[in-house]
């Protein structure tokens, strides 16, 4: 696991950053979930949404973004009253569908963007660079 946490200032926006790969597994997708919660934690902010958000798109990274070998990456970053939530992938070419209707009621999976969907308030998806994509959320946090 490779880590990198800035903290630094800029002229009005203090700016807060934590970056670390980790294995395209399921046991990575929760130690996403896990590191997002001690890291806003030990930021001072709140992180029941974030960690929503972080768990679903940490298992699509596992689940449809997987190479094997290959690691995905986790970047939270807070700029003034918003915290990004980006998780990137190396399978650029599988993108995920940002209208997708939501699954029949008897689905046993297909919820994961809607519920990214629900709690921020933006997402989307951003391609490369090849062969790299990244899914992003926003999140604005509470004054």
């Given at each position: 696991?490779?880590?990198?946490?800035?903290?630094?200032?800029?002229?009005?926006?203090?700016?807060?950053?934590?970056?670390?790969?980790?294995?395209?597994?399921?046991?990575?997708?929760?130690?996403?979930r896990l590191l997002t919660v001690a890291h806003?934690?030990?930021?001072?902010?709140?992180?029941?949404?974030?960690?929503?958000?972080?768990?679903?798109?940490?298992?699509?990274?596992?689940?449809?973004?997987?190479?094997?070998?290959?690691?995905?990456?986790?970047?939270?970053?807070?700029?003034?009253?918003?915290?990004?939530?980006?998780?990137?992938?190396?399978?650029?070419?599988?993108?995920?569908?940002?209208?997708?209707?939501?699954?029949?009621?008897?689905?046993?999976?297909?919820?994961?963007?809607?519920?990214?969907?629900?709690?921020?308030?933006?997402?989307?998806?951003?391609?490369?660079?090849?062969?790299?994509?990244?899914?992003?959320?926003?999140?604005?946090?509470?004054?």
């Amino acid at each position: 696991m490779n880590a990198k946490i800035t903290t630094t200032t800029e002229s009005q926006a203090p700016v807060r950053q934590f970056t670390v790969l980790l294995s395209a597994t399921r046991r990575g997708a929760r130690l996403a979930r896990l590191l997002t919660v001690a890291h806003l934690g030990s930021w001072g902010l709140p992180s029941e949404r974030a960690a929503h958000v972080v768990a679903e798109l940490a298992a699509n990274a596992v689940l449809h973004g997987r190479v094997p070998v290959r690691d995905f990456r986790l970047d939270l970053a807070v700029t003034g009253a918003t915290l990004r939530i980006e998780v990137t992938d190396t399978r650029g070419d599988r993108l995920p569908a940002t209208d997708a209707e939501p699954p029949a009621d008897v689905a046993e999976s297909g919820r994961g963007l809607l519920l990214v969907a629900a709690l921020a308030d933006r997402w989307g998806v951003r391609t490369g660079p090849v062969p790299r994509k990244t899914v992003w959320a926003n999140l604005t946090l509470p004054d």
